[in-house]
């Protein structure tokens, strides 16, 4: 028998075929295979009048694919309907059924959640009918979507040429935008502490002034802080030693949200970089001739781990480290969770990064890293601590301080690596032991405005707010920026962490949805509507009356707003047109804001705005090694400065400014000649400016020559064409005649 097996992914399916052998055939529907059509009333797709009703259509781009697969499913006995284990990948199962003609109450949909051969071939001996369940949240969520994005997009493009909205992309702007507006409003606050600096046994250490006769103490200006100093005496006495032991935890195994975050904080990774690397370990990769998926699936909430993998886990973690490293595992239960899946951990404990890590690639590498190390060490033992509390008086006033020293480390071991492991340490203090302070010194403080929001943050805000799902925390970062609502850039110059700035049109899109659609474009009623969606996936909630109740309410504000929202006139420059004398506006393009006629599009006149903090390229004096332009100091989008040709585009030679040659990534390896060249650069610079005009002028005797010799070749080439074309009327007045 012949069996054909559908998955979304072209490198997945290559994957899974080595697993099967010939008796099957692995294809990919790369991704969803068709939509809602763009048509009908609003271009909805949907027949709101008649219970929602979808209309599909085939996207364009994959007609040709649906057609090959309609043809190769004609051909087997059986196929199999392998897409990924979410509600996305259900409903795409259901579109394949649907468009190949399968039967859906017949047993066609597998699942598994990493691309291994025992995983394949055990989903392959239990497969299930497709969950309608699933495909209706999921195709309700679209509709949701679909209604939203269409209605309010055209909406605010018409009214303050917004570009786009949508049901949680817009609330994700409006998080950014409303603590933009905390920051501006804040209004920083005097505070001052006064620290105690102390010394013995040659340890140095401090404590920190916490109360005034055991009640909690605060310094709102300097005057307090003097009054406090001119109470001081010139010894403090220990007035408690507390000596307690402390255990500290692992944390759970990576979920999709706390992936993101970690590999944001750690690796510099944005959400959108993690998954697409984190889904070719998924898929997988080829460890020397041995293609197998290193993790399991990428996109869930579930912090659960599968027994056999624990199992295995505990076995690694006796025979590597002992058995007082062995921990116990409590997976979390989140309300907000589907818990579809497992967390997302090393398909095999024997994979160590080590070990696959001549078949990474750097980044791959990295990430692998950070999920196998945290996956085996929340298995792990905690971490014990010795930690000791000491209050010191002086007159009434009590400082405190506290040190630590690490006394098993327990999961540590092997989390070291990615986690911070510090000892604080304090001398031997015995109560009531009398002890001088070297210096006790006041500080000046204010308090800070709420942190803007980094990408990990964003993240972690939306799922602790029940906004989105696994699979969509990338997709909502990388679409507000698309549509310019926001910039992502470094928090103070020179600083490493990037966070969210809204652009004035990402601020202006949010106040009018404040303004005309408060009830739903906001963090509640989205969240609720994740929940009615986890509802209709479970079966508890009809999707045909969730939509109506939605719709009754949206549609009202929307005819609402374009009645009453005024429509917002292009900002005036303050200058005519040169071409027609019209006034000339501001507007937003695609590429941002830029000067335009406002007799557009009569007259297309434009201009690009001039960034004043823009930095200019400067000379150095220096010549390039390859064409003898004058290389220019140049900053790249990282803030980094370098020396790049003049020439540029038509020369790429680039160097450090200490002088080394920077080869792009596409050239390393192919070029080894002109590594030199960039430490020489200075020394041949001189050499190089005066012969580069000598080069120029053989360089325009040579073009010369070469235009003189096209000329007369395309002359020639005339005559040849004439009397070639005079020879076919010959021959066909000859063949006339006869």
Not at 172 to 177: D, S, T
Request: proline residues 4%; aromatic residues 8%; glycine residues 6%.
């Amino acid at each position: 028998m012949s069996h054909l097996v559908i998955v979304e992914s072209p490198s997945k399916s290559k994957t899974i075929q080595k697993y099967l052998g010939s008796d099957y055939t692995v294809v990919s529907s790369k991704g969803h295979v068709r939509d809602l059509a763009i048509k009908g009333k609003g271009g909805l797709g949907v027949d709101v009048e008649h219970d929602f009703k979808p209309t599909y259509e085939i996207s364009k781009d994959k007609k040709e694919t649906v057609k090959e697969l309609k043809a190769l499913a004609k051909q087997c006995d059986d196929v199999y309907l392998a897409t990924d284990p979410d509600r996305e990948g259900e409903a795409i199962s259901w579109h394949l059924a649907d468009e190949l003609g399968l039967n859906i109450q017949d047993k066609n949909r597998i699942e598994f959640h990493e691309v291994t051969e025992h995983a394949v071939k055990a989903a392959l001996k239990h497969p299930r009918t497709i969950d309608m369940d699933l495909v209706k949240s999921q195709e309700t969520r679209r509709i949701l979507d679909r209604i939203i994005g269409f209605r309010l997009s055209k909406l605010l493009n018409t009214k303050i040429k917004s570009k786009s909205a949508g049901r949680v992309q817009s609330v994700a702007l409006k998080l950014i935008v409303d603590r933009e507006k905390e920051i501006n409003a804040f209004v920083p606050e005097e505070y001052w502490d006064i620290k105690a600096q102390f010394c013995k046994d040659e340890i140095d250490f401090e404590a920190e002034l916490s109360t005034f006769e055991n009640t909690k103490i605060e310094l709102k200006c300097q005057t307090d802080c003097e009054t406090v100093l001119n109470a001081l005496k010139e010894t403090f006495e220990v007035r408690s030693v507390d000596v307690s032991e402390r255990k500290r935890a692992p944390r759970l195994a990576y979920i999709t949200s706390t992936l993101q975050q970690d590999a944001a904080n750690k690796l510099r990774f944005s959400a959108k970089r993690t998954m697409s690397i984190a889904q070719r370990l998924y898929e997988g990769v080829d460890l020397g001739g041995n293609v197998t998926g290193l993790i399991t699936y990428m996109r869930t909430d579930s912090s659960r781990l599968a027994p056999e993998f624990v199992a295995s886990a505990n076995a690694y973690i006796e025979s590597t480290y002992g058995k007082e490293y062995l921990g116990a595992y409590h997976a979390r239960k989140d309300k907000n969770a589907q818990d579809a899946h497992e967390a997302i951990r090393p398909t095999s404990v024997a994979n160590t990064p080590q070990k696959v890590k001549p078949y990474l690639q750097s980044d791959e590498f990295k990430l692998y890293q950070l999920i196998y190390i945290r996956t085996i060490a929340s298995l792990m033992a905690p971490a014990v601590y010795d930690t000791v509390s000491v209050t010191l008086d002086n007159n009434g006033y009590g400082f405190t301080t506290s040190g630590y020293r690490l006394k098993f480390d327990g999961y540590l071991k092997l989390a070291a690596e990615i986690e911070t492991v510090n000892d604080k340490l304090l001398p031997m203090l015995n109560q009531n032991e009398s002890i001088m302070a070297q210096q006790v010194i006041p500080t000046q403080h204010f308090t800070e405005p709420p942190l803007r929001y980094s990408e990990a943050r964003l993240i972690k805000k939306l799922e602790e707010e029940g906004i989105g799902r696994p699979s969509t925390y990338a997709t909502i970062i990388d679409t507000i920026q698309q549509r310019g609502y926001v910039e992502l850039k470094p928090a103070s110059e020179g600083g490493k962490t990037k966070v969210f700035f809204p652009s004035e049109q990402g601020m202006i899109t949010t106040e009018a949805l404040d303004a005309y659609f408060n009830q739903i474009i906001n963090v509640k009623y989205t969240a609720n509507m994740e929940s009615e969606l986890d509802e209709i996936a479970e079966g508890k909630l009809d999707n045909v009356a969730a939509l109506h109740r939605f719709y009754d309410e949206f549609e009202p504000l929307v005819d609402n707003a374009y009645k009453t929202m005024e429509k917002k006139q292009p900002e005036k420059v303050g200058r005519t047109c040169p071409t027609c004398g019209g006034e000339l506006v501001y507007r937003v393009g695609r590429y941002g804001k830029f000067i335009s006629c406002s007799n557009y599009p009569e007259c297309t006149y434009v201009e690009r705005i001039q960034d004043p903090n823009a930095y200019v390229p400067t000379p150095t004096g220096k010549f390039c090694p390859k064409c003898g332009g004058e290389l220019l100091r140049r900053k790249s989008r990282f803030g980094t400065f370098f020396l790049g040709c003049s020439n540029y585009p038509k020369c790429h030679y680039m160097e450090t400014e200490d002088g080394e040659e920077i080869v792009p990534k596409s050239r390393r390896g192919k070029t080894s000649s002109t590594k030199q060249g960039a430490k020489d650069s200075q020394e041949k610079s001189t050499a190089v400016k005066s012969t580069s005009r000598k080069t120029s002028a053989k360089k325009t005797a040579a073009t010369k020559k070469k235009a003189t010799q096209k000329s007369t070749g395309r002359k020639s080439t005339r005559k040849r064409t004439t009397r070639k074309a005079m020879g076919v009327r010959k021959s066909r007045s000859a063949e006339s005649n006869a």
